[in-house]
């Protein structure tokens, strides 16, 4: 499996759209991997992982095809995940000799209003009918294509809302778990990390919510630094995490302060990979 991080930042990105601060002044002179856009993740070339607005960019500075991609798989609406409007630019005469026409889609159903709220009114019939929505519910596997996903609940937004991490598993039974945004995760959630433990052992890769970086507490349904290393060492308890696991932390915001060099010392002394734009991992 080839998993690559297109986009590491919170929704702001980093420097963030319209600030000043120290940290964003600093990433910006140091540009590298200090300069993250917003949050999606891509898996050999067929399966995107969240819309951010940024995607556009990710095609133009990776060089990507994505009409390669067959399946979407979106976490929540927040606007560093979810930019529906771009989908109404996907097919008809938008997008000519595309690798996919259709495009199977996986989110909650919030997501799916959100996407035909926000932009139902400017989809073309001709694209409409090659997007095919599946409504996803907590801890119920889905097939998509060569691969095996179940979406778990985040701990992240407000009642009422949907949010989801995922666990993917390819053919060869490489696995993730892409756990973004979520603050410290749901008892069924650790009973799901448990359970898989014990019927498949340890992931290839985990992918964990850092945006917070130096602050102890759970901003939002966000961790720092602290927090992670607290979930990974649980994880490791539980076995879900093995010693062959790539432990990467990722999605980060200017207020957790931490600029890459920083960020890459503290990790490596918790056996962790620090994420930036482009990073690709061979599992
Ligand atoms: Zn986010
Ligand atoms: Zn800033
Ligand atoms: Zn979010």
Sequence with gaps: MRFQFLGTAAAEGWPAVFCNCRVCKEAARLGGPNIRTRSQSLINE???IDLPPDT????????????????????????????????TVRGWAYSHDMVSEDLEIYCAEETRDYFTLVSGWELEQESAVHLHWHILHPFETVQAGPYRITPLPASHMQPGNEPFVYHIVDEEGKSVLYLHDSGYYKDEVWEYFEKTAKTSGPVSMVSIDSTSGDRETNHGGHMGFSEVFRVKKRMEELGIIGPDTLCVLNHFSHNGHYLYEEMVEIASRENCLISYDGKVLEL
Excluded: A, N
């Design 46 to 48: 067929d399966l995107l």
């Design 56 to 87: 556009y960019m990710h095609k133009l500075k990776e060089g990507l095809d994505l009409s390669k991609v067959r399946y979407l798989l979106i976490t929540h609406k927040h606007m560093d995940h979810f930019y529906p409007q771009e989908l």
